[in-house]
């Protein structure tokens, strides 16, 4: 079907990538060790594009392609209706034709780590703990998971790095953290910048490991980036670093 695109450049998924900068997932079972390494919740062959320099309407104009190709080869009878729901961000530029926006709220949307990410099986997690001592107060914003990619990245924030045991059988994940006594204007600034400048805005999986209440927790979940939550500590997650904490240089994986 690639072969009929209209830009020549295309013939292949891997030209497909390399030209529009989308990249077709299609979530199948790891073949060796553990499916979901960080339990985030993902489906068996959930199908995902991941969309680069053209956003949303590039992975929407190439759907809409690929049905077009389907009736013309008579797979199809006709093209059915095309509706889709933008989650984020909020402003989006106009759907291309013939899209049109879902106002259907009764249907279920997928989860959004239900996907595949688009390499490897690690979605990036934050996890944010809280530690009390005497009347001392102090956080710890750990990210680990599909880290690797954005190692350098966190160097150059001289983020803190180090492994850490992981559930059973002396498991160890190597991880990057922030530590903060009080969570001021600076600390959130902090925050903001691993967030934007490190992450580039990725959407993290959250585990809530300091409570419901907790107005860290709270300010975290007001980021764009923070779209689902975790209400305790994963029984899989890292343990919280301690707070003088020899950093190994590796690399993170």
């Avoid at 956003?55 to 095309?82: C, E, M, R, T, W």
């Avoid at 949307?109 to 107060?137: I, T, W």
């Avoid at 954005?150 to 992981?166: A, D, I, S």
């Amino acid at each position: 079907m690639l072969l009929e695109h209209p830009d020549d450049r295309i013939r292949s998924l891997k030209d497909l990538e390399e030209v529009q900068q989308l990249r077709l997932v299609d979530g199948m079972p790891a073949k060796t060790g553990q499916n979901d390494p960080d339990s985030v919740g993902l489906v068996d062959w959930q199908l995902a594009i991941y969309s680069g320099k053209g956003g949303v309407n590039a992975a929407l104009d190439f759907i809409h392609f690929v049905l077009q190709k389907k009736i013309n080869k008579g797979y199809l009878g006709s093209l059915p209706a095309l509706q889709a729901r933008v989650m984020a961000p909020a402003a989006h530029q106009p759907l291309p034709t013939p899209w049109q926006e879902l106002s259907d709220d009764s249907l279920a949307m997928p989860m959004p780590f239900s996907a595949l990410p688009p390499k490897g099986r690690r979605h990036v997690v934050c996890q944010l703990d809280r530690q009390e001592k005497d009347a001392d107060v102090g956080y710890t914003i750990t990210f680990f998971g599909g880290i690797y990619h954005y190692k350098q990245r966190f160097e150059n924030q001289r983020v803190q790095g180090t492994l850490l045991p992981v559930g059973a059988a002396n498991k160890r994940d190597y991880v990057r953290y922030l530590e903060f006594g009080d969570v001021d204007a600076a600390a959130m600034q902090r925050i903001t910048d691993v967030l934007e400048s490190v992450l580039l805005g990725l959407p993290l999986y959250f585990i809530n490991g300091a409570g419901p209440d907790d107005p860290v927790a709270t300010w975290l979940q007001l980021q764009p980036s923070i779209i689902q939550v975790e209400l305790h500590q994963d029984a899989e997650a890292p343990a919280v670093p301690a707070t003088a904490i020899d950093t190994v240089s590796v690399d993170d994986d």
